[in-house]
């Protein structure tokens, strides 16, 4: 059946209807004054969200645009970056910052575990001579539904005080409390088809006080990335290059009904829905893929022993016509992964379990009573 | 009166229903089997539109991302390029171009005459080392409505056998006849929100075998704008990052609107459209700013003696809720452009002239006769 499509990927997340049809409005001049009210709006709420004073910077790219942005801008060949890998996007910038020329250290965990938050303050206090320039670290691990102790590692960055923190939050940022002003965090990079709960395209770069005065210094060349002219047009509710004008719209709706939501409760729902996920998964008699004090609230990963992962999404998707995620690299057939974030309610974390349920029943599952899954997630929806 | 907005600007231009309803379907996951059948279908549009058998890869970007994508993958510090410069969207080129390290000579001319292929032609057949790595070129210079003889200008190129064409063709494809492969043009970069008629957001880079070539030498340092991994999942029906999934869709019916009217009638189209305009604003006694020999089929500029450029734009948007641009950089308030690419129909032409008229009446504008645009842009189509 045509239309009846439910996305439980993390990301692209579903779309609000209202957030859809402000997309479909015919765009206007991106150089008119109804266009410079749209840009003020977006970037005052922008900064709400992302609870900071500073710079919130859009860009016409994707989330590993973003990234690229949050890291050029600040740094100058040869300097020596500690990025944290414990997944597909923490590799992916460390190779990125090798593509620029940094002096890259891996700090690794195996996939599925959090980051050592003591493996970069060893590195960090060590460090007497202040070589290292910044600290790389994914938030919200997206191909493993890993969160990392950002605060923790946080601290250490604060201690050796002068290198910087940049943050892969595309996972984070509308999902997971990541407070960048009281925090500290120099900068932060999240993409649209996240949190935001509007389709890819446009990415965000958080940028403080202290990464601005890192810029002055950067030499890693720069065009289109170049931070300092969005700062200086976004300051006159412009854009240096034409912005993507029906994702703006979009934009502008979707902050709007996060603003009436309130940040408090956008974390809480999915605390709430993450939580009754994996309590779901757990009842249902499947291995979660990371442990429950380093969960992410955007994705719960699963690693299935007695089916096959590619089967589950498989019925899943023919039978119910829920899009899973599968395992990316070497996960690859190893787990599936159910997104939660942006647009999710509790009643589409219980469908999509009641179908996981089915789905498990009819590959041959065993010591599942069919039931027990959505029971388990009912139980957190009645405590909270 | 809400609702009732007229784009004649040259970019972003207006979007037809079709494609703002097709924007406004929920997304799909970008790695499922219907999306590679959509990139499939887009991406053998795309060659057909730009008249090639190579890549013709899309970038979540605006065109000046897809331009920096054209230059930085095929060229290494250093390089001596050169760069046509009249108007605003040259000399953008030749600073990015600087940006990134290059040696780059400007070939100018005044904001408003077309560049001369000899100036290129004598620069390149001085070239006897080979030294010249990339000439870079602008085809409709928007800023100034002036077309430039990409066809001479390349003619030179190939003669010189070595070095790259790289051109911005933003307001060329989908409008203006630049057939790639006949020209043999290495690189060939362009926006969504111009011919495409489709809102901005997507970027597309066209690249050649000797582009291709070129690539595997360069070393300007490089990531999301790698085109190697773009051109690698395409092979695949896949994107390296997450596409923007909506404006995907957009593109999808548009290519298939441009498809059903076909590449010649989409280039009469405009042709008759530019000659109608330049037709109506000489006939009611108005400057055209650059000579007709030279004139762009996307956009209009006109530089008003009697009346101020700006006033004209005021009463159209005021008056008659038609935005018209005006002029750049050493233009504003000299000039005001009209767009008409992309979804233009002959009756937008007429609707836009006999605004202007009523605006050049309303405005003081002597030795008019009301009536006389709207007649001579009348007379053209019933020629054509």
Redesign the interface.
């Given at each position: 059946m045509d239309?009846k499509?439910m996305?439980m990927?993390p990301?692209?997340t579903?779309?609000p209807e209202g957030v859809?049809?402000a997309?479909?409005?015919?765009?206007?001049?991106?150089?008119?004054s109804e266009f410079g009210e749209l840009i003020s709006e977006v970037n005052s709420n922008l900064k709400w969200l992302h609870q900071t004073e500073s710079d919130v910077l859009t860009l016409?790219?994707?989330?590993?645009?973003a990234m690229?942005a949050a890291i050029i801008n600040f740094l100058s060949?040869g300097d020596r970056v500690l990025c944290g890998c414990n997944g597909k996007f923490g590799d992916r910038w460390a190779?990125?910052s090798e593509?620029?020329?940094l002096q890259v250290e891996r700090v690794s965990a195996e996939w599925g575990q959090s980051l050592d938050p003591d493996a970069f303050g060893a590195l960090l206090d060590a460090d007497t001579n202040r070589t290292i320039k910044a600290v790389i670290v994914t938030h919200s691990e997206t191909s493993t539904g890993v969160l990392n102790d950002l605060e923790a590692i946080n601290r250490y960055v604060k201690n050796h005080g002068r290198c910087l923190i940049i943050v892969d939050a595309v996972t984070s940022v509308g999902a997971i409390d990541i407070p960048i002003d009281e925090w500290e965090l120099d900068v932060v990079a999240s993409?649209s088809?996240k949190g935001y709960m509007i389709?890819?395209?446009l990415g965000f770069v958080a940028v403080g006080p202290k990464a601005w005065d890192a810029y002055k210094t950067a030499t890693?060349?720069?065009?289109?990335?170049?931070l300092a002219p969005y700062r200086k047009s976004a300051a006159k509710d412009s854009t240096p290059?034409?912005?993507?004008?029906?994702?703006m719209y979009g934009l502008q709706a979707a902050l709007q009904m996060m603003r009436a939501e309130g940040l408090s409760n956008i974390f809480a729902r999915h605390e709430r829905v993450t939580r009754a996920a994996r309590e779901a998964v757990k009842a249902m008699g499947l291995p979660l893929f990371a442990p429950d004090e380093a969960a992410s609230r955007a994705v719960t990963a699963v690693e299935p022993a007695t089916v096959e992962a590619e089967r589950v999404r498989s019925v899943m998707k023919k039978q119910f016509d829920i899009?899973l995620?599968?395992g990316q690299n070497q996960l690859k057939g190893r787990i599936f992964r159910i997104g939660h974030l942006g647009f999710v309610s509790d009643r589409d974390l219980l469908t999509c379990i009641a179908a996981l349920e089915a789905t498990l029943h009819e590959l041959g599952h065993e010591n599942m009573t069919p039931g027990v899954g959505v029971a388990a997630a009912t139980r957190v929806f009645s405590m909270s």
């Open positions: 239309g499509h996305l990927i990301g692209p579903p779309v859809l049809l997309q479909a409005k015919h765009p206007i001049g991106h150089r008119s016409t790219a994707s989330g590993t645009g690229e060949p190779e990125m593509a620029f020329g993409g088809q389709p890819p395209g890693i060349p720069k065009f289109y990335f170049d290059f034409t912005p993507p004008i029906n994702l899009a995620a599968g």
